[in-house]
């Protein structure tokens, strides 16, 4: 039962989805196999994840921050920076 004048609302948050290049020192599968799992275990937060393991990049899709997601892939131990937003 409600009282009064309640207005109820249920606006969802805006969230802005970039792709975010990482320069990560992988050198084999395995390597690229760790980046893949850790970012793998924010499921609905990453979109999508591309690697190239030849040039040593990876691109994120996602709406969390350049800053969680650079923490998130040096779990891996990887010597990891961040680049930029991919255009």
Partial sequence: MRT???????????????VHEFKVEMT????SGA??????????????VEIDL???KV?????MSADELLE????????TSYVGVKN
């Fill in 28 to 31: 084999c599968t395995g390597c």
């Fill in 59 to 63: 691109f994120v899709t996602s709406s």
């Fill in 35 to 48: 980046v893949e799992r850790v970012l793998g275990k924010l499921k609905e937060k990453v979109e999508k």
């Fill in 72 to 79: 998130t892939i040096k779990k891996t131990g990887k010597e």
């Fill in 4 to 18: 009064g004048d309640e207005i109820l609302t249920s606006n969802p948050p805006l969230f802005f989805q970039a």
């Fill in 54 to 56: 030849d040039n040593k």
